[in-house]
């Protein structure tokens, strides 16, 4: 059985960092694409990572130079580093699968 588990959300002021972590279970985590996805309050789902087996990542226009999408396959662990954290970043923000599969998602909420 496929089990992502997010954590590492918060609240944080304008201009702050927070590290989102995925732990995953039951599917070949080394060899699979891995998303991360938000939704913001009232919206629906933006892509905003995406990081490949081969290492190769990509990022949504409006988060690069300031987040950075990296894993650890020894710990089947997605990670999600956010720096100067702006009120629209406030989300939930999930991990995800190329079959839709995500976790249940952890709180960020950007606010002074």
């Known amino acids: 059985e496929v089990q992502l588990v997010e954590s590492g959300g918060g609240l944080v002021q304008p201009g702050g960092s927070l590290r989102l972590s995925c732990a995953a279970s039951g599917f070949p985590f080394g060899l699979y694409t891995l998303t991360w996805v938000r939704q913001a309050p009232g919206k629906g789902l933006e892509w905003v990572s995406t990081i490949h087996s081969s290492g190769r990542t990509t990022y949504t226009d409006s988060v690069k130079g300031r987040f950075t999408v990296s894993r650890d396959n020894t710990k089947r662990t997605l990670y999600l580093q956010m720096n100067s954290l702006q009120p629209e970043d406030t989300a939930v923000y999930y991990c995800?699968?190329?079959?839709?599969?995500r976790g249940q998602g952890t709180q960020v909420t950007v606010s002074s």
């Open positions: 995800a699968l190329p079959s839709g599969s």
